[in-house]
């Protein structure tokens, strides 16, 4: 799987969006991005993947540049539950593992 | 998606002791995937427990110290051996092999059991 770096921190402020990215310059063609989130005292949850189109669902938007080599999370309204750790994946459509990376803990502040 | 409890929720141990961690899921599932946080850390992949036969084991981790069985398609159990102080982490149980409502092949994960051993 394509290594993954995100920074290591980000503040937020409620109501506001979130925009985390992730860079994947050596992803493949079949790798897709994927998203998980690991609230304090839970285990990661997933939030949303993509391969080459953006995506929404009800938890985030993501978008995927052109060339794939970087993608941002979106957080649209950001509130103080999704304070957590983001962890950008990428990986082939299997039904493996996962390895993650050291993610990006964002803290949303009132 | 797949529901996993996981007992204990968290523990406090003595120093060599051995202490089993169970994890069950309320529906048969696939892929079934142990991992351990330690403190401040992200999640390191420990092994993959395979249904009937042994389970395959992560660079830097081994059966003798991590033991764990896989009798059916719901459950398992990791045993962390001979402690010590340095296993102290948050050990959680994954699951995969299926799908969730957007069609992606996704993990899902435990609550985790946080261990503390003195």
């Known amino acids: 799987d394509a290594k993954t770096t995100q920074p290591p921190s980000m503040d937020c402020a409620e109501g506001r969006a979130a925009n985390l990215p992730c860079n994947h310059s050596?992803?493949?063609?079949?790798?897709?991005v994927y998203w998980y989130r690991q609230i304090h005292s839970q285990g990661p949850q997933y939030i949303i993947h993509?391969?080459?189109n953006n995506e929404t669902n009800e938890m985030a938007s993501l978008i995927i540049t052109e060339d794939r080599k970087s993608s941002t999370l979106i957080l649209p309204h950001a509130t103080l539950r999704d304070t957590a750790v983001y962890y950008c994946?990428?990986?082939?459509?299997?039904?493996?593992?996962?390895?993650f990376g050291a993610g990006t803990q964002v803290v949303v502040t009132p | 998606s797949a529901v996993i409890s996981q007992k204990p929720s968290r523990d406090i141990c003595q120093r060599g002791t051995s202490l089993t961690i169970q994890c069950q899921v309320d529906?048969?599932?696939?892929?079934m995937f142990w991992y351990r946080q330690q403190p401040g850390q992200s999640l390191t992949l420990i092994a993959t427990?395979?249904?009937?036969?042994?389970?395959?084991?992560e660079s830097g981790f081994v059966i003798d110290k991590f033991p764990i069985s896989r009798p059916n398609l719901t459950f398992s159990t990791l045993t962390v051996s001979n402690m010590s102080p340095e296993d102290s982490s948050i050990y959680l149980c994954?699951?995969?092999?299926?799908?969730?409502?957007?069609?992606?092949?996704?993990?899902?994960f435990g609550a985790g059991s946080r261990l503390t051993v003195l």
């Open positions: 994954s699951v995969g092999g299926h799908r969730g409502v957007s069609g992606a092949n996704v993990l899902t």
């Open positions: 050596t992803i493949s063609g079949n790798e897709y």
């Open positions: 993509g391969l080459k």
């Open positions: 994946i990428v990986r082939i459509d299997s039904w493996g593992k996962l390895q």
């Open positions: 529906s048969q599932v696939t892929m």
């Open positions: 427990a395979n249904q009937g036969s042994e389970a395959t084991y």
